[in-house]
């Protein structure tokens, strides 16, 4: 039997809770050979950034135990050839766009939503947080509740009112619930986590840092509990609040846990790269074990391990 | 398609030790029917469970039509993954995706083209060789590594060459130096119209500038490290001259591995050039 995998973001529905995860897809066009963009619950692109940036020097990728670390600076065209030719060709297909803005200052970001407010073809934004702020000595925002609010209020107040505005955090932080719901409480529509946290890995052949930047963001199964372990606890204090849950999925199971632990979509980052097939296998691996679950709905089964275990028989009962 | 690329789980037919080198032939139709010189595969390293997530990327040495369409590619064991593979028996299975990247492009008239190659990168070379055959082209090899051992191709090379010169750096096999010493040379001796070089980033930079010297036109493949090969994770980029004069960090895996050498900024390879496109300063205007 099928199993309804709708997702919502907010009031945006989406057929299913598989995303292609920021910076994971290109634009799109590199991942169309081996899976049909619009058949993803949406594709997110790379951070957007208002002006052209070539990113951070080589080496920016290293290989760690069941990860990588990288330091690709959010190299890209800039929100004008964004528009011009990598939105549209996505717009055209009927693709489902999840538009991340990256910027260094609440007046960048805020340009930035100006920018997309009137482009077609934008499903939700997301605000990547994990920026060094060029007005605080580069500490990045998605670690000053203060500062993220600051940026969601000022996307939020530019974006139209019909398309989700969503906050992705960063796992390491001091307290992720403080972030998450500072975000809230400034508009955000709904959350996305995690981020990569920053890592470093030194060459000992070579004897200096594995990438040119020194330190880099952590991704791949080697951070899932981080992610699991966020979206847990953003779920049980922000119980109302859709989640995109994101952090070394690779399988259906992957992708199930973080639903179980509060999550109502779950993107797809890394694995992309080792398997660019991935989306619509996680997909089919999901459904088919809500199915064997006696799941009907998705939704259904999100945060569904914050019940206590042995209670669920009782919620039947006329008491 | 031509050049578009699939993922596929191909079957390893046969393996082989190439003096330093591991070279496997893995049946994936697919992927050979749609190969032209110069393309690559990348494979999933490690099984089913593997830690390893990034894919490894070997440029295609030879496809034949053995069961549908065989894939062979060489390469030297340099860090875990690479370990793996040299331990791949027959019959085992590989995922690989392929073919990418943008292949050498040929002359539309027979001309003279020079083939040089350093260490395995010789591999893509000897396909490439065959293609301008195919076109009356005439083709000379200059082949070079470390020692004799790591000279990859040097007996096909002779066989199929117009004239075939070796180079190691101790001296144990032809001519004592690197491919590049003897390039000038070599260029004068074939009158050659066009330079293609595969090798690692040093031994390009010589050539091309060799090349340049001399005023003929140079294709390098260019190797960098990379994790998907597909072009979306941004890692493999160098910074590359465009048409306009505008130097843009540009990825290896999907607007190479092949370019036109003299736009190539060789010198600032692991650096981002004060003047590309995007570059950190570039934008304070704003
Ligand atoms: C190469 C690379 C580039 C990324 N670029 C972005 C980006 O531009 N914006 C963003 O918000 N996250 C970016 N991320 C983070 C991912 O979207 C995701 O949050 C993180 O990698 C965890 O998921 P994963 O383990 O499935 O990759 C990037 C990750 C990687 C590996």
Known sequence: ?319 | MAGTPVQVTGTVLTTRRVDAYHALTVVAPAIADRFRPGHFVTLAVGGPQTSMLTRRAFAVHDVKPDYGGTVEFVFAVRGPGTAWLAERKARDALDLVGPLGRPFPLPRDPASCLLVGAEYGSAPLFALADALQQRNCRVDFVLGAASSDRVFGALRARRMGETTTLTTQDGSLGMRGSVVDVLAAVIADTRADVVYACGPMPMLRGVTAVCVEYGIPVQVSVEEAMACGIGVCMTCVVPVIDDDGTTQMVRVCTEGPVFRGERVRFDDVGTIPFDALGAPGGDRGR
């Not at chain 1, 790379?46 to 990860?67: D, F, L």
């Not at chain 1, 307290?175 to 998450?180: G, R």
């Not at chain 1, 508009?187 to 981020?195: E, H, P, S, T, V």
């Not at chain 1, 699991?228 to 259906?252: D, K, N, Y």
Request: negative net charge; hydrophobic residues 50%; proline residues 7%.
């Open chain 1, 1 to 319: 039997m099928a199993v309804d995998m709708r997702a919502y973001l907010a009031h945006v529905e989406l057929p299913n809770p598989i995303l292609a995860a920021a910076g994971c897809a290109g634009t799109g066009r590199e991942l169309a050979p081996f899976a049909d963009v619009t058949r993803l619950g949406a594709l997110t692109t790379r951070s957007i950034t208002m002006a052209p940036r070539a990113g951070r020097p080589t080496p920016r990728m290293a290989e760690t135990p069941s990860g990588m670390l990288n330091a690709v600076g959010l190299q890209g065209p800039g929100v004008e050839v964004f528009l011009a030719r990598e939105l549209p060709w996505l717009a055209e297909r009927g693709a489902r766009t999840v538009v991340s803005i990256g910027g260094g200052s609440v007046a960048e970001y805020a340009a930035l939503a100006r920018r997309l407010a009137d482009a077609p073809g934008v499903t939700a934004v997301e605000i990547n947080l994990s920026c060094p702020n060029v007005e605080d000595r580069g500490r990045v925002f998605a670690r000053d509740g203060g500062a993220a609010a600051e940026v969601v209020a000022s996307v939020r107040a530019a974006m139209r009112y019909d398309v989700p505005v969503v906050a992705k955090l960063a796992p390491d932080v001091a307290d992720v619930v403080a972030i998450a719901r500072a975000c809230v409480d400034s508009g955000a529509d709904a959350l996305a986590m995690i981020n990569t946290p920053i890592g470093m890995s030194i060459d000992v052949d070579t004897m200096r840092p594995a990438l040119a930047a020194g330190t880099g963001g952590l991704s791949g199964p080697a951070i899932r509990p981080l992610a699991v372990r966020c979206v847990w606890q953003v779920h049980a204090a922000l119980p109302g609040v859709p989640l995109i849950g994101m952090g070394g999925v690779t399988s259906g199971r992957d992708a199930l846990e973080l639903v179980l632990a509060g999550a109502c979509a779950v993107a797809v980052g890394t694995t992309l790269f080792h398997d660019p097939y991935a989306c619509p296998r996680i997909l089919r691996e999901l459904e088919e074990l809500l199915a064997e679950r006696g799941f009907d709905r998705l939704a259904d089964a999100v945060g569904l391990a914050h019940r206590p275990a042995h209670r669920n028989d009782l919620e039947e009962s006329p008491l």
